[in-house]
């Protein structure tokens, strides 16, 4: 399998956390978000419609989108299970994943960022105030979810699920960019937990064949 990422993206970050949680062996291929890589004409033709990271290649299925591709690893390798197979629990991990990669993630990824600087002509300091603002709406709503239906270490339960695998990139980024997280202790605490898992541990930024400082 092929791994088309980068390695400060956070979508590109849950792949590698669900690659690694199954066990999958993969060859990562670094695709350069910051110089436009992922806009190049061979990349959109031959891998990526969307012209995003990550995508995936499985012999000879290519698919992008992380959580289509989180979805399609949990259907063809189903051990562990990110997604659980009771009804209820499955919609509640679902309702926090959406809740990351619907609400938080898409108003702040790297190319709004760069929209509101480079057309908007927002200051780095709008641009951060921006960031900020939407990770305290955002994650006012996980650390609600967790504290009235989580339980166990990870996000619901005793084994990381598909919530916890958007929780953990998130948070990362959040920290990276300064943002003030106290206010979140519940969430803080899956955070680091997962900081000690092994799968977590590999999947990291800083532990990627394309990372820079």
Same mark, same amino acid.
């Given at each position: 399998m092929q791994l088309y990422s980068f390695f400060n993206s956070s979508t590109s970050y849950r792949?590698?956390?669900?690659?690694?949680? @199954?066990?999958? &062996?993969?060859d990562t291929i670094g695709v350069n978000i910051r110089v436009g890589?992922?806009? &190049?004409?061979?990349?959109?033709?031959?891998?990526?419609?969307?012209?995003?990271?990550p995508a995936i290649v499985d012999g000879d299925f290519t698919l992008g989108q992380s959580l289509a591709i989180l979805?399609?690893?949990?259907? @063809?390798?189903?051990?562990? +299970?990110?997604? #659980?197979?009771?009804?209820? %629990?499955?919609?509640?991990?679902?309702?926090? %994943? %959406?809740?990351?990669? !619907?609400d938080i993630h898409p108003v702040?990824?790297?190319?709004?960022? @760069?929209?509101?600087q480079s057309t908007l002509g927002l200051t780095a300091a709008q641009k951060d105030a921006w960031y900020q603002h939407w990770i305290a709406e955002g994650m006012a709503g996980v650390e609600r979810l967790l504290t009235k239906h989580g339980h166990g270490p990870w996000c619901f339960g005793e084994a990381p699920t598909l919530a916890d695998v958007c929780?953990?990139?998130?948070? %990362?980024? &959040? +920290?990276?960019?300064? !943002?003030?997280?106290?206010?979140y202790p519940r969430a803080l605490a899956v955070f680091?937990?997962?900081?000690?898992? #092994?799968?977590?541990?590999?999947?990291?930024?800083d532990k990627q064949p394309d990372f820079t400082a």
């Open positions: 792949v590698r956390i669900a690659l690694a949680l @199954k066990g999958l &062996a993969f890589e992922h806009r &190049a004409e061979a990349y959109v033709d031959e891998v990526n419609p969307s012209a995003v990271v979805d399609y690893l949990d259907a @063809k390798y189903p051990t562990p +299970r990110l997604l #659980p197979q009771d009804m209820q %629990a499955r919609a509640r991990v679902l309702e926090l %994943a %959406a809740l990351i990669s !619907c702040n990824n790297l190319r709004i960022l @760069k929209y509101l929780l953990i990139p998130q948070i %990362a980024n &959040a +920290r990276r960019m300064g !943002c003030d997280l106290s206010a680091e937990h997962a900081a000690a898992h #092994p799968a977590f541990v590999a999947a990291a930024p």
